[in-house]
């Protein structure tokens, strides 16, 4: 079974640039989430969506951050203008659906640096 | 507020010798609790997770981990460490309910170092 597809799996940009995220969950994953990790700490939520609606948003700085779930599969996660701050590892995860039991699984990251 | 908290910042240990990274929590009602390893450059991997049964689960690589409802903790064990099990582990609580219904809370990490 595939994973949770990212890319890019790198990103360098400068600050104020803008920058573009994609991630395929898992077939048949109802539940999709963006979190960011910044280098030490846990990752924590931006963004969660059940199918093509969100469930939650209130972590995303909403003032430069965007992500959208069209279809119910496939996710973007727009960051423009880019801060320094910015500078992370953004993970997207997909699990069956919101129950508590089931298993988030991870993708590889996108790693993140604005400079 | 439900959360995680993983006292140590870094393990070390010597090849073969058991290990124990240590998780507490706070949550509401029954945890449902998780263990991830992130290796360097890489995605979070699912380790093991506990949901009801069993205090002692069995997960991925050899690690196990103790669930201790009077303690409120659930630590991650290996019997006999390996250099390659070298990484970051992080211990997580799946919420309830509230707005991020679902959502991971993750403590913040601890840095295992297996020396050979």
């Known amino acids: 079974e595939a994973g949770v597809a990212q890319s890019p799996r790198y990103k360098i940009i400068e600050k104020r640039q803008s920058v573009a995220f994609w991630c395929n969950p898992i077939?048949?994953?109802?539940?999709l989430y963006w979190y960011q990790q910044i280098l030490g700490q846990g990752p924590k939520l931006l963004i969660q969506f059940q199918n093509n609606g969100v469930v939650d948003d209130s972590q995303l700085p909403k003032d430069r951050f965007s992500a959208e779930r069209l279809k119910g599969v496939d996710s973007t996660l727009k960051i423009q203008p880019a801060k320094l701050e910015d500078s992370a590892v953004y993970l997207c995860a997909s699990s069956l659906d919101l129950e508590r039991g089931n298993t988030i699984y991870f993708g590889e990251g996108s790693w993140l640096t604005v400079v | 507020a439900q959360s995680v908290a993983q006292p140590e910042d870094q393990v070390n240990v010597a090849e073969g010798n058991p290990l124990t990274v240590k998780c507490t929590y706070s949550?509401?009602?029954?945890?449902?609790l998780f263990w991830y390893v992130q290796y360097p450059n890489r995605g979070l991997q699912f380790l093991l997770k506990y949901i009801t049964g069993d205090n002692l689960v069995k997960g991925s690589y050899g690690f196990e981990a103790e669930f201790n409802k009077s303690q409120t903790s659930f630590h991650l064990k290996k019997p006999s460490a390996l250099v390659s099990d070298s990484a970051l582990y992080f211990c997580a609580v799946r919420l309830l309910y509230g707005g991020s219904q679902g959502n991971l809370i993750f403590g913040k990490g601890t840095k295992l170092s297996v020396k050979p």
């Open positions: 077939s048949g994953h109802a539940t």
């Open positions: 949550v509401s009602g029954n945890p449902y």
